[in-house]
């Protein structure tokens, strides 16, 4: 006792008591997805509260020189069956609403297991191991402060091993108090049911109708650069006219509804009044039966289209082993289990996170849960090992019951999923998102990340060139931008199958009307060469800024490769909405061609007997300033972060009128050759650089602290708050993208473990690397989205691995026997070698 005693005392004083706002580890090792039920159990460090698994312990003990953890061993067992009751269950009711764990919704699964905790405390590096139960004979307070921390760390929130799924209601929305005395101007304004396009900006989604004055106006702007402008909630300010309705939501039976007084989704009572006051009449627009709802949770439930993507009719051969490890869903998080089987799927991700493994560890910051190159290092690891690709656990001679039969006990990605949405509106919810659109988010986060290094990204990349005609003039301009997918859009007017999708339709109408079953479903069957055509075809762009006429003219655009990517990655456009304002997803089939050739899409450049239009820069978004522009910050940004000069940025969104980053980007292309490229912006009429960024007022100390307490000086926080206009979101974004420019200590070099002297002393590269090749390509992995919308319903993905087809559907990995490969959302490519 004497020596045990004299262990604690000498760590007692590195022994802390959770507060608030202390994220306690206790469910998942931060280099691997070890738990309290793996077989070393977890390793939780009593300072820090971070938790290890029995491989990596030692090491972070090495590193730190912490030296007391709390050890949590889980055991899982079967709860006893109460045969007290000869009833039965009772039937189960059929949802009404789409929630789980209230009355009228989904409910919760009843928990089958039980646990059993063994809680000890360990003392490195002697391994002196003290049972929680044998601190008597310690001092009394010694053994009050021990015991303290060991009750408050087991009784910390966490992630509940014992109910995953919580109670959630994803329909309550309280009604606006501006519903019932909304002020609309008689200005005669009438919306029209599609074309809309933002009253500030080019932005044709992500639009918003303001309910007082009829402007429709982009959303806002998300801390990645997505989303919209701000024009909808700085339009909100200028007037404080509060409520706002999602143009493409409306349906007859309600629509999105924002108060920007009230900072949260509304009820609107008077929506159809309201409505009508700008022409819309939703009342009068065929409706079915059920709500939107209703419906989706029907969708929820019925076969058809997730009965052919999921394979369900089939018997399918489960697969273990390295490379065939599910990912557990965490809550409407198979959009992410999809993307990220496919990305480690590529050699050049495997590489860059995985086979540096070793090195990324060693390299982690303090906190290694908060560092990206960690947290997608040990993701890539438990997908690639096979370590955790294991048939889900029996518990003693009970066996896994019909459902789980194929289900392995799989991966939870909690730490990466927390980690990669943190700060964005959308991926930081259990909601579910649009695959497309985090697959974007997830490459935007690399670009960050990768810096003067390794770019896996490099295999998506490539560059378009786009032509612009002016009708007027018949001179052109030839631009290229980066882009990493191409969008291929559905012409549903070339279904070879219109016969057949009439006589549906008209059956459908007339099931509905007589309120019978709906007859069998025809899909429409679109040529996948009629999707290429569409691309390739010209576009009309109205409101052209012809440089050549010094005004506004009408161009056609046509959209070529000007490279081609190692891995070509194809989005099929199938969500849009129809005439009569309602979102729908085209129920379309496309069949998918295993090897592909997009040569004729090849970018030719300038042709002879073209003439070019000049190069003028179009006026000033802010005349009235023009010796000090307010340069959009957020798209400087996006160009530094692919590689350019930040001088070079700057003048590119200024002479390209801060019209956007795809203008700009287009610029930056044209002029990269110039050979005052990287020289610093002059204004017209000055004699030196001139100020781009008015920021009159200090920034907030609320700010201020926010960006101290994620490990910032404060004179960074200072200095990212006044270049982005006192935007935290943007000021967040702005220091991770300018870490190399800052005078950072080595551990807060996040992402590469570089010291800042190596950050600085490294070149900057002229632009972003692209790869070229032959535009001959074949098939290996495809995303499948089942349900009406993006934002719900569920994703599945099948790779081509080891010359057949295999199905990722969260913890189930099975060889494919039918995969569907017509009925796919996101299409990964990759190109044939020469």
Request: hydrophobic share 35%; net charge negative; glycine share 8%.
């Amino acid at each position: 006792m004497a020596e045990l005693s004299e262990a604690l005392l000498s760590v007692l004083p590195a022994i802390r008591v959770p507060k608030a706002g202390d994220r306690v580890h206790k469910e998942e090792c931060a280099f691997s997805f070890d738990t309290p039920e793996s077989d070393g159990g977890l390793y939780i460090c009593m300072n820090t509260f971070l938790g290890f698994g029995k491989q990596y312990v030692e090491r972070y003990y090495g590193k730190t020189g912490h030296r007391v953890y709390l050890h949590l061993k889980r055991t899982r067992k079967l709860k006893e069956e109460d045969n007290s009751s000869s009833a039965g269950d009772p039937p189960r009711k059929k949802p009404t609403r789409l929630a789980i764990g209230i009355e009228g919704g989904f409910d919760i699964p009843e928990e089958k297991f039980e646990y059993d905790d063994d809680v000890k405390i360990v003392i490195f590096p002697e391994h002196l191991e003290i049972p929680r139960d044998g601190l008597e004979g310690l001092p009394d307070m010694v053994r009050d402060r021990i015991a303290s921390a060991v009750e408050a760390i087991l009784t910390a929130d966490s992630a509940s091993r014992k109910q995953e799924v919580q109670a959630w209601d994803g329909e309550v929305r309280r009604v606006s108090k501006h519903a019932f005395s909304l002020h609309q101007l008689q200005n005669s304004v009438r919306i029209p049911p599609c074309g809309w396009k933002c009253n500030k900006c080019d932005m044709r989604e992500n639009l918003w109708l303001n309910m007082t004055d009829g402007s429709i106006l982009c959303g806002r702007r998300y801390f990645d650069g997505s989303g919209g402008n701000n024009h909808a909630v700085e339009h909100y300010r200028e007037t404080g006219y509060p409520l706002a309705v999602k143009l493409g939501t409306i349906t007859p039976d309600g629509a999105d509804v924002y108060s920007y007084d009230e900072d949260d989704m509304v009820l609107d009572p008077n929506l159809a009044e309201h409505l009508a006051h700008f022409g819309i009449d939703m009342l009068k627009m065929q409706k079915t039966d059920k709500t939107m709802t209703e419906l989706e949770i029907d969708m929820n439930q019925r076969i058809g289209e997730w009965e052919l993507i999921q394979e369900s009719g089939v018997q399918l051969k489960p697969l273990y082993g390295p490379g065939y490890t599910g990912i557990r869903n965490l809550g409407n998080s198979c959009y992410l289990n999809s993307v990220m089987q496919v990305l480690f799927s590529i050699p050049d991700f495997q590489r860059k996170y995985v086979d540096k493994l070793e090195k990324i560890f060693q390299s982690a910051p303090s906190d290694p849960t908060q560092d990206f190159s960690t947290q997608v290092a040990k993701l890539g690891h438990g997908l690639l090992s096979g370590e955790y690709s294991k048939p889900v656990s029996g518990d003693g001679e009970q066996q896994p019951d019909q459902n789980q039969k194929g289900m392995q006990d799989g991966i939870a990605p909690r730490m990466f999923k927390s980690l990669i949405g943190k700060g964005h509106p959308e991926f930081s919810t259990n909601r579910q998102q649009d695959a497309q659109e985090f697959f974007l988010h997830f490459i935007n986060m690399v670009e960050r990340n990768c810096r003067s290094s390794e770019n896996p990204n490099e295999v998506f990349r490539f560059l378009v060139e786009e032509k612009l005609k002016c009708l007027a003039t018949e001179k052109v301009k030839y631009t290229q931008r980066v882009d990493y997918i191409m969008q291929l859009p559905v012409p549903m007017d070339a279904a070879l199958n219109k016969d057949e999708l009439l006589e549906y339709e008209e059956k459908k109408h007339q099931a509905e009307e007589e309120k019978q079953p709906l007859p069998e479903l025809v899909r429409a069957k679109v040529p996948f060469s009629s999707c290429l055509e569409a691309y390739g075809a010209p576009e009309q762009v109205d409101d052209f800024w012809s440089t050549a006429l010094q005004a506004k003219s009408v161009a056609l655009k046509t959209t070529r490769f000007a490279s081609f990517p190692d891995y070509l990655v194809i989005q099929i456009k199938k969500f849009t909405f129809g005439l009569d304002w309602v979102p729908k997803k085209l129920d379309v089939s496309i069949e998918m061609p295993e090897e592909l050739d997009i040569s004729s899409l090849q970018g030719t450049g300038l042709q002879d007997g073209e003439e070019e239009m000049p190069d003028i820069a179009p006026p000033l978004v802010t005349p009235d300033e023009p010796k000090a522009p307010m340069l959009d910050e957020s798209v400087i940004i996006q160009l530094v972060e692919m590689g350019f000069p930040m001088d070079a940025c700057r003048k590119a969104v200024y002479y390209t009128g801060n019209s956007g980053a795809e203008a700009a980007m287009n610029w930056v292309m044209s002029h990269m050759d110039d050979p005052d490229f990287a020289s610093p912006l002059v204004l017209p009429g000055s004699s030196g650089p001139g100020s781009t960024i008015i920021c009159p007022d200090p920034p907030s100390e609320d700010s201020v602290a926010t960006i101290v307490s994620m490990g910032f000086s404060r004179d960074q926080a200072m200095k990212a708050l006044r270049a982005t206009s006192n935007s935290l979101e943007r000021a967040v974004d702005w220091i991770f993208s300018h870490i190399d420019d800052l005078d950072a200590e080595a551990a807060m070099d996040i992402s590469e473990g570089r010291s800042a002297a190596e950050s600085i002393s490294e070149s900057i590269p002229v632009g972003p690397k692209v790869r070229d090749g032959p535009g001959k390509y074949q098939l290996f992995a495809f995303i499948s989205h089942m349900g009406t919308s993006t934002m719900c319903g569920h994703y599945v993905c099948h790779i081509k691995k080891d010359g057949r087809w295999v199905i990722y559907n969260d913890q189930k990995v099975c060889a494919s026997e039918k995969p569907p490969k017509d009925l796919g959302y996101i299409y990964f490519y990759q190109r044939i070698p020469s």
